[in-house]
């Protein structure tokens, strides 16, 4: 089926469509410009469907736009359905989804390996495709691509929000000393630069992972 399709039938709202949508274009645009072998397919559509499950933990007030034109009363519904259907941890109920669509193992491993917190393992081990897929979820923000540094500045305003000052404040510096190498080890088997990826660059690319099939 379509990707876009699949939205439709698990109700994603647009935003986190329009997040999946970019994460992946930003993944494939790496991907077609690798000078090593990657399995861009796999990495797209690990990209298309990494946060499927991700409502259950939205506070939906946050973005007021983003529950419109439905409504605020319409996506409290879907998320209550999610919850109940697929428990109320993101991360798990992601799973639980991309098992409902696809039995392609790798599809599954490289979705595992995405996540701020998964940084420092993606930049120990040899495996790129692991390493793009995390890299390209972090050039992407609610409103469109953005630098990694910029990324990181909005990570630590929500970071700050939700821990505090000084709450694991050395943790996640940790994170973001391993996110800037990884774009590091990424770019120099590339033949564009970090820079080259903006929302000017990725437009024709959305054209193109929209019509993926999984």
Excluded at 28 to 34: T, V
């Amino acid at each position: 089926m379509n990707i876009l399709g699949i939205y439709k039938n698990y109700q994603i709202m647009p935003i986190l469509q329009q997040h999946h949508l970019r994460t992946a274009s930003v993944a494939k645009l790496i991907s077609d410009n690798a000078t090593i072998d990657v399995n861009c397919e796999n990495i797209v559509k690990a990209c298309l469907l990494h946060d499927m499950g991700n409502i259950v933990k939205f506070d939906l007030t946050y973005i007021p736009d983003a529950v419109e034109p439905e409504g605020l009363k319409y996506w409290q519904n879907v998320k209550e359905e999610f919850i109940n259907k697929y428990g109320p941890d993101e991360h798990t109920a992601t799973k639980k989804i991309i098992r409902e669509i696809t039995n392609d193992n790798e599809i599954h491993k490289l979705v595992e390996s995405i996540g701020f917190s998964r940084s420092c393992n993606n930049l120990k081990i040899n495996d790129y495709a692991k390493k793009i897929c995390c890299y390209s979820d972090h050039r992407v923000t609610p409103f469109g691509i953005s630098s990694l540094e910029e990324r990181m500045q909005e990570g630590r305003k929500r970071f700050k929000r939700n821990k505090g000052d000084t709450c694991g404040k050395d943790h996640f510096e940790k994170y973001v000393d391993c996110m800037r190498e990884l774009e590091k080890q990424i770019f120099k088997k590339c033949k564009i630069k970090a820079e080259d990826i903006n929302d000017k660059t990725i437009k024709r690319v959305i054209v193109i992972v929209k019509e993926y099939d999984l």
